[in-house]
């Protein structure tokens, strides 16, 4: 394996991990909030790619500035998700019942997709999609770098918005303890809804982006929920920071192994390591929480 | 049928005086049993000329025999395991392997091969439930989520399973008219063995060990529960079924393939045993056979009838919505409870409400 490659292998796994975190990213956040395993991830991502490449087919919307109309979209199905339904669970058996009704979510979700679309596959299009910049040896494909871009921007936000305002404070107080939290005036209810919502829409976004750079039919969402999950455990569960850093480090792992070794291995990257981290810290790379309470 | 843990009037302590009643209670208790053994024993009589029907029932018996026992492992120690497919693949590629290797020849021989899928998987469980059962809660679920993906890169990568194009299991040359059928008795004594398995567990010290551990798994390690030592024999315990239930799925099918839909390593059946358990009653004995009965039996149903365009996925999520919400229990313990009430207030007694059913859960 040449010292370019190694390289390039680097940089595609620094962008495509950008990606990663950020169709993760919503995924721990929930996770870390509502306790609850969000097996309709994958699906979710699918559907926002699915609501950029309807606006920017039939209406010729500009992918990113559709972001402006399906963020929002996904926001109100994440309300729907929490009001609906995940209030309603009792605290003890929450985690179970939580894989069951996302994983119904997913496969109405998926039967929504199919019936629209069909199962071809469909990509997104956009003239900055097949262009590319060129740095010294390397070309870097412009929509990685804007979805680089933009998952950074986006993580960044939730950061702020997680430690830096009231509403966030309200957020960790309540994930901590839920009792506590009530006593001391924080709406958990309200503050937990908008927290599931702020964590579809912004899967929405990781969904364009995913739809912009991989071929993708309604039942792709499976592939990626695997994936995803993977990433949030090892950078434990809740923790923004901890998701973009464990999605940039395996999605460079697994192009290593995909360019030394063969692609058809790289997806072992990912399971390997989350049984590697799980043997010594269980509660993940960058998790606090202790997960030894069953 | 009464079958919540702890329950039991038989065999609590004070029934000894009234040995008579309790004896007579448990063989009434049995009567539900001994009639869906003789429905399901007399089934392919009736269903005989529909061939379709028969092949889904096949399918139905085998997804009863795994989720029986997925219910030893999980429904017991309320450890959510999301990986049995590994041993559901594990046991189909085993009758595929020995078959081809050892050169079975086809037909009963085969079938006598099954004993030892369920081997081969408890073999598997031993090293992945000692990885695994080092967490707990959501991180055990993803472990065994991440396990079974490894299991399966490497049934589509390793040279010695045949790659993506999966392997092929002797040509059967039994007739139409009895390959199903004969499938069918297979599986459906692998179901009665599987129950009488869970059934023996959860009468036994082990399986009020393994609900302990459900409980409070720090408390019952304080009680002198030698918990990794249980969690683990019933993770083995449970994988042994499953592993037949896959070899048996198979010979069925006549070939296997890796990774796709209706594989031998397929996420949905993971899943699948999950929301199965879970709709039955998790925990209960007949819980897992009923989940099985109603959700393959539908999803089979629904495939045949509205294809793939989308519509059964639509239907069946969201009939399962509507389920969890009406009764998230699941429906062996509502309907126990709701039973339950009924009687107290029928003889007389005003039961409180919430208390009825809240002591069925557990």
């Known amino acids: 394996m040449s010292f370019d490659a190694l390289v390039e292998a680097i940089i595609d796994g620094v962008l495509t991990g950008g990606v990663y975190a950020l169709m993760a990213a919503g995924l721990s956040l929930i996770f870390g909030v509502m306790d609850i395993i969000n097996i309709a991830q994958g699906a979710m991502v699918i559907l ?247 | 049928m009464s079958e919540q843990p702890g329950t039991d009037p ?46 889904i029932a096949v399918f139905v018996l085998i997804y009863m025999a795994s989720v029986s026992a997925w219910n030893i492992f999980s429904g017991y120690s309320g450890y959510l395991a999301l990986g049995h497919a590994v041993f559901f693949g594990s046991g189909a590629y085993a009758i595929a392997l020995m078959a081809r290797d050892w050169h079975v020849p086809a ?44 299991f399966q890169t490497l049934a589509t990568n390793l040279a010695f399973t045949g790659g993506t194009g999966g392997i092929q299991l002797p040509y059967l040359s039994w007739l139409v008219s009895v390959y199903n059928e004969r499938f069918y008795y297979i599986a459906l004594v692998l179901v009665v063995l599987t129950v009488a398995l869970s059934w023996a567990v959860r009468r036994s010290r082990f399986g009020l060990q393994l609900m302990a551990i459900r409980d409070d798994e720090d408390r019952a390690r304080g009680m002198g529960v030698r918990t990794l030592r249980v969690k683990l024999s019933a993770f083995v315990l449970s994988a042994i079924p499953v592993g037949i239930a896959g070899g048996i799925y198979a010979y069925f099918l006549g070939s296997i393939y890796p990774a796709g839909s209706g594989s031998a390593f397929d996420p949905l059946f ?48 969201a009939l399962f919505l509507v389920v969890i919400l009406l009764m998230p229990r699941g429906i062996v313990p509502t309907v126990a409870g709701r039973l339950r009430q009924w009687r107290e207030q029928r003889s007389g007694r005003t039961p409180e409400p919430a208390a009825g059913v809240a002591g069925v859960a557990r």
């Open chain 2, 107 to 150: 037909g009963w021989s085969t079938v006598a091969l099954l004993p030892l899928c369920g081997v081969v998987a408890g073999l598997i469980a031993i090293p992945v439930g000692l990885v695994a059962l080092r967490t707990r809660r959501h991180t055990f679920v993803v472990v065994t989520i991440a396990i079974f993906f490894i």
């Open chain 1, 48 to 294: 926002g790619a699915y609501l950029s490449y309807v606006l920017s087919v039939h209406l010729g919307i500009d992918l990113f500035l559709g972001l402006l109309i399906t963020v929002p979209a996904m926001f109100g199905l994440g309300v729907l998700l929490e009001w609906g339904f995940m209030r309603r669970l009792r605290e003890a058996d929450r985690t179970s019942m939580s894989i069951l009704i996302t994983y119904a979510f997913a496969i109405i979700i998926e039967g929504v997709l199919t019936l629209l679309f069909g199962t071809d596959y469909d990509e997104l299009n956009a003239p900055y999609i097949n262009s590319s910049v060129h740095i010294l040896n390397f070309y870097l494909p412009d929509i990685y770098l804007f979805g680089f871009l933009m998952a950074v921007v986006l993580l960044g936000g939730l950061y702020v918005m997680f430690f830096r305002t009231k509403f966030g404070r309200g957020l960790r107080a309540s994930l901590q303890n839920r009792t506590a939290a009530d006593l001391i005036g924080v709406n958990v209810n309200r503050t937990r809804m908008l927290a599931v919502g702020i964590g579809v829409g912004v899967t929405g976004a990781g969904g364009m982006v995913y739809g912009a750079t991989t071929a993708f039919n309604p039942d792709s969402g499976y592939d990626l929920i695997s994936r995803l999950l993977a990433i949030v455990i090892l950078g434990g569960m809740g923790s923004i920071g901890g998701a973009m850093a464990s999605a940039v480090l395996l999605l460079i792992a697994a192009d290593i192994v995909a360019v030394a070794w063969e692609p058809t291995w790289s997806i072992l990257v990912f399971f390997a390591a989350i049984l590697l981290v799980l043997s010594f810290r269980p509660q993940g790379l960058f998790g606090a929480r202790a997960v030894r309470a069953q």
């Open chain 2, 270 to 317: 993971d899943i699948a045993l999950a929301l199965m358990g879970f709709l039955g009653g998790i925990g209960t004995i007949s819980g897992p056979l009923l989940g099985a009965l109603v959700l393959e039996a539908l999803q089979e149903k629904l495939t045949q009838t509205f294809s793939t365009d989308g519509l059964y996925l639509i239907i069946y999520g």
């Open chain 2, 10 to 55: 038989a065999t609590a302590p004070g029934a000894r005086p009234h040995a008579q009643p309790a004896t007579r209670r448990r063989v009434l208790a049995l009567l539900p049993a001994v009639v869906a053994l003789a429905v399901a024993a007399l089934f392919p009589l009736g269903a005989n000329s529909n061939q379709g029907d028969m092949s």
